[in-house]
């Protein structure tokens, strides 16, 4: 909220055919979006390579953040993603989507909860995640 202002993040892990295989929230203090978006990033690798998933889409609905990791940027603050070491371990494609599109990990990032990583859906989540589901009815494409 503002900028900088205090930032949250959240990600939510879903399967090929949509189904939650986990989520999470935290707080990174005071910061710029841009910065929320980074550390959204890093966390989710970090939790994909802790879970020894090794194929991994992520979907972003930040344009910068998807251009910067589809090209390994120079412009990345690399310092902060020292995850970056743990892509080579996995099949990594990323990809935007809109934040409309991207409602239940939007959910996650504004929650008012204690932080923290859930093996399956939230509550909060599931109506949006539903939803989801059944607007995009096609077979997500596993990498």
């Known amino acids: 909220m503002g900028a900088p202002g205090i930032i949250a993040a959240g990600g939510v892990f879903r399967d090929n055919w949509g189904w939650v295989r986990g989520c999470f929230h935290f707080k990174g203090g005071k910061g710029f979006a841009f910065e929320a978006e980074l550390l959204a990033v890093i966390h ?3 939790i994909a390579h802790h879970c020894g998933w090794r194929q991994l ?3 972003a609905d930040s344009t910068y953040i998807v251009r910067l990791l589809q090209t390994r940027s120079v412009e990345v603050p690399w310092r902060f993603l020292a995850a970056s070491k743990n892509l080579d371990d996995f099949q990594f494609h990323v990809s935007h989507i809109y934040r409309e599109g991207n409602k239940p ?3 996650m990032a504004n929650l ?6 859930w093996p399956y859906a939230l509550d909060e989540i599931k109506l949006a995640v539903s939803l989801d589901m059944e607007t995009h009815s096609t077979v997500r494409v596993k990498l």
Request: charged share 40%.
């Open 57 to 59: 889409w992520l979907e």
């Open 105 to 107: 990990t939007d959910l």
């Open 44 to 46: 989710a690798i970090d």
């Open 112 to 117: 008012d909860r204690n932080e923290g990583w």
